[in-house]
Each structure stands twice: as structure tokens, then as C-alpha cells.
């Protein structure tokens, strides 16, 4: 077992991002079976390319052919995103020539030049910094990063991470067999408390969650969790319910609303859907890794569709876990918007029209004012809608106690000062007279309804 403070900085190599599903049902019947030699500087441009009318390649009916150059190189991979749970970096690839990669956009313009030591990721920093990228080159001095700041600066693609304070910090979620209880556990450097998982993780996270077993214990500090950071994964629900029977060394979740996710068993990848079913056999492999190849993954299936390898073979899969172009090709990507197959005269853009069309990712799980909530505080089980008012005044002469639960005999957790302005998140099904609310977006907890106006 292993106390999750002491594994922080190891988590930080471990890959959710915003989904929209409505919430299903698991299976009735569970199944259980520039050159490499200077800076990165000038202006964008294309990828290395050939003329389109090069050779006499072309692509296969499934896709939709894109006029774009064709790009010459040996590989092109999806941008790893350094941040827990959340698929490649959408609109940017990571290209290689002769052993050394480089950073380009979707459409082949290149950003940065092939002259890396590693494939080029996307760091888990936001805001000013974004977007920040991991690249690696053992014999560059100070002046050749100095100079790769300043050009993509110029060109408006962010900056170069140095590393040294980056990572997507941990994010685990736990079932607890002992009392019942499923839960969350994120945070970045230190520990953090258990929290109960909200109905906005569920519609961001896409309703089946990645679980590993877990105790809860008390530590100095607070409630704590133990586990085997070596245990595998089960899919379930908020409620701890098992999507099926199986158990997976690596598991994603079901991005943005995608109707399969992948997971590992072995060495091998395979698709499942909401309801439990493996829609595909454990066959597949990692098609990018991060930029230390420590830890390979399998794309996620973005609108719609899935590049995959098989047997060092590329193709694409569906949301039905089906070939729709089968493992036949010696390379292939896809960003769910542009991709690129490799033919014998080079790369060759592609879209499939059958893709279904892009829309805007919902809030991010930082929006969710129920995210969070320790485990100590009871959760509310009924929540405003239907354009039911949800801010109050607190009408109370003096200060307004805030408790752990609904009713006195719940230890206080602050208090609010007489006419603030607070937010109803919720209620309770089973007690009468309690109002769950935000006040000055950190403290949350439970106040008598009749100080509420």
C-alpha cells in the first residue's frame, strides 16, 4: 500500500477532459470475457512536402482527400498532453525526420523545426503561458531556447516549457469496498481531501470513471487515502457501480461525449462502450507515448473516430468499434478534424465526411461549484433547475453558522456575516429546512433555510 502524499510527483506521468453523455446503463449481463543543426527561427512554414502530383498514390474512398501538400516524413503522431485524463492536443501534431521531431499544425505548416531529441508535447500549463510545449534536445545551450522563445513568441504558439514546476499534478478516482463509498482525489504538490464526485465531474468525465481500489484512513493532516498504486482499473459509476466485469492496466475515460473508450489489458489495447461491452478484442497499440517513452496510449475516439495500430499497421476505427479503414497503412492520424495518411510517396491529408461535426466543449470542471466537496461534508442529493431562484441574502442579525450537514447536530464549518449574498447548490431529499450554498466562492456548506431571504 502507499500513501498517496509520498506519490505525487510520481503521478505526474499519468494522462479528462469535458463529456457530455446522458447517463447510461451498464450491461445487464456484464461481459467478462529548419535543419537539426539550427534554432528555431524565420517564419512558419509547411512541413517539408512534395508536390500533390508525386507518384501515383491515392487515397482510399473512405476519405475525403484535403488539397493540401503532401508532407515528407517518417512519422507524424498526436501532440501528448501532460495533463491527467485529457486526450491529445487537438489542431497540432508532432513530426519526425531522420530521428530528430519537430512541432507542426494540423494542416502541415510547421511550427517548430525537426531538431529534437523526443516528439514534442503540450505542457498542462493554462492562461498567459499557453501553450506551453515540452521539447527536449540534450545539446542545446541557452541561446538556441532563447532564440525558440522569441520565434514562437513572433508566430503566436506560445512558449517552451522548462519543466521544472509543470505537470497535470494527480487525479484519482477510488472505491472504497469497506464503507460503500466511491470518491475523488486530485490535487497538485501535498495532500489533499477526498472529495465526493459531483454530477458536473459525471457529464464532464463522461459518467464511468477509472477506479482503483482504496482505503480511506486518517492521517495528521486529515482523511487520507491508502492504495496499490500497482492495482488495476475498473470502470464505475458515482455511485460505485461496476460498468462490467473486466479489470485494465491503463483506462481512459469517454472524451467529449464519445461513445467508446479505450483501455488496456496486458500489453494490448481495446474499445468498450457505455454499457460495458468490449467492442473490440485487446489488439491494438499505442500510437503515442509522452516525451520520455515511458508510457504509451491508444487514441481516444475523437468525433467519432479513432486512429490505431495493429500489428505496426495503421487504420481507423469507428464509434461502433468497426474498421472503418482497416489496419493497412504504414501511418496515419486524426485530430477528430484533420488527419494525414501515409502513402508511399509521403503524407496525405485527409477529413471523413461522415465525421460528425465539432461543437464547443462544455465548461471546464474548475466551473463546477460542487467540485471539491470533502467527504466530511454531506453532499446534497437535490439541485436547482428549471429557472428556480438560487441566490439569497442572509437575513440572520448576526453571523450565520455553516454546518457539515443539515441540521444542528453537524459540526460547524464557518460561519457567513449577516447580509451576504450567497448561492443555492443544493438541498436535501430527506431533510427539510437546510439549504446547501456557496458564499464568496470557497466556503460551502449547509445553513438554515428560514436566515435565507
Known sequence: MKRLFW????????????????????????????SA??????????????????????????????????????????????????????GYYTHCRDGCWGLMRNDGSEILPCTF?????????EGVRYPAWIARKETADESFWNETQQYLASVGEG???????????????????????MFAYYGSLGPSDPTHISPGMQSQRGWWFPTRPGTLVEEDWGPGVQFDSTAPYRYRSAEGT???????????LFYNGALLAAARRGDR??????????????????????????????????NGYAAVCREGMFGLLD????????????????????????????WHAFRIASATPVTASPAPAQGDPLRGVPLTTVFPDTYPGNGRRVQY??????????????????????????????????????VDGWTFVLYQDWLRGWVSSEYLE
Open 319 to 346: 464509434s461502433s468499434g468497426t474498421e472503418y479503414l482497416p489496419c493497412a497503412y504504414d501511418g496515419l492520424v486524426w485530430d477528430g478534424a484533420l488527419g494525414w495518411l501515409k502513402l508511399t510517396d509521403g
Open 37 to 90: 543543426s539550427s534554432t528555431a527561427s524565420g517564419t512558419s512554414s509547411p512541413a517539408e512536402t512534395a508536390s500533390p502530383e508525386t507518384g501515383s498514390c491515392s487515397l482510399p474512398s473512405e476519405l475525403q482527400a484535403v488539397d493540401l501538400p503532401t508532407i515528407l516524413c517518417d512519422e507524424i503522431r498526436p501532440v501528448y498532453h501532460y495533463a491527467l485524463f485529457d486526450p491529445p492536443a487537438s
Open 242 to 252: 461496476p460498468l462490467n466485469n473486466y479489470e485494465y492496466q491503463q483506462a481512459e
Open 159 to 181: 512558449f517552451v516549457c522548462d519543466t521544472a514546476h509543470c505537470g497535470p499534478g494527480y487525479e484519482y478516482y477510488f472505491w472504497d469496498e469497506s464503507c460503500d463509498q
Open 269 to 302: 489495447w481495446l474499445y468498450l462502450d457505455g454499457s460495458g461491452n468490449e467492442v473490440t478484442a485487446p489488439i491494438y497499440d499505442p500510437i503515442y507515448e509522452t516525451p520520455w517513452n515511458d508510457i504509451g496510449y491508444a487514441s481516444p475516439l475523437l
Open 393 to 430: 441574502t442572509t437575513i440572520r442579525d448576526d453571523n450565520l453558522n455553516v454546518r457539515a450537514g443539515p441540521g444542528t447536530e453537524y459540526p460547524k464549518i464557518g460561519h457567513i456575516p449577516p447580509g451576504s449574498s450567497v448561492q443555492e447548490l443544493g438541498t436535501s431529499s430527506t
Open 117 to 125: 531529441d523526443a516528439p514534442i508535447a503540450l505542457c498542462s500549463d
Open 7 to 34: 506519490i505525487a510527483a510520481s503521478v505526474l506521468l499519468f494522462s479528462g477532459c469535458a463529456a457530455v453523455l446522458p447517463a447510461p446503463s451498464p450491461a445487464t449481463t456484464p461481459e467478462t470475457a529548419a
